[in-house]
């Protein structure tokens, strides 16, 4: 039997779940999509005491300190026992090897987004996805009548 000092640290992983349209998705998405949208996710994961998420590259800040404001959901992942160094490292890695994939050139408010970003961070620490309803929104808005004109329309949009 290991003794509680013996026990390696857990991190409790959390994502922020915020709604960009404030609102909006779900009383415009019917008329100018043809679908019902909840919202507008952009999502961050909360790990060692940061937020770390992508807003033109990826950053971090305190909790609930980012432009977003406050989220409308936060959604318990688990704990994990990878260190925050390690975890650095990781962001790190995926700032300088990833081929820009999470830089602010890289983005693609479709194929590659910041819930893509939770999606790898949530995969890293605790081995799970971010849901399917935040995760494939993207596809979802792009099959709907007027997803391609909305593409389209939105071209290279970068936030």
Same mark, same amino acid.
Not at 48 to 57: L, V
Not at 104 to 109: K, L, S, T, V
């Given at each position: 039997?290991?003794?509680?000092?013996?026990?390696?640290?857990?991190?409790? /992983?959390?994502?922020?779940? %915020?709604? !960009?349209?404030? $609102?909006?998705?779900?009383?415009?998405?019917?008329?100018?999509?043809?679908?019902?949208?909840d919202a507008v996710y952009h999502t961050s994961v909360v /790990?060692?005491?940061?937020? %770390?998420? !992508?807003?033109? $590259?990826?950053?971090i800040s305190n909790p609930g300190a980012s432009k977003h404001g406050t989220p409308k959901e936060v959604l318990s992942l688990g704990k994990t026992f990878i260190s925050k160094d390690i975890f650095e490292d990781f962001i790190e890695d995926?700032?300088?090897?990833?081929?820009?994939?999470?830089?602010?050139?890289?983005?693609?408010?479709f194929d590659n987004n910041c819930n893509h970003f939770t999606d790898t961070c949530l995969d890293f620490l605790v081995g799970r996805r971010l849901e399917d309803r935040i995760l494939m929104l993207p596809q979802r808005v792009l099959s709907s009548p007027n997803g391609q004109h909305l593409r389209?329309?939105?071209?290279?949009?970068q936030p």
């Open positions: 039997m290991v003794s509680q000092e013996e026990e390696e640290p857990s991190f409790d /992983v959390k994502v922020y779940v %915020y709604d !960009i349209s404030h $609102g909006l998705a779900a009383i415009y998405a019917p008329a100018l999509l043809g679908i019902n949208l /790990v060692y005491g940061k937020e %770390y998420y !992508i807003d033109s $590259g990826i950053k995926l700032r300088t090897h990833e081929s820009g994939k999470y830089l602010a050139e890289g983005y693609d408010i389209n329309m939105l071209g290279n949009f």
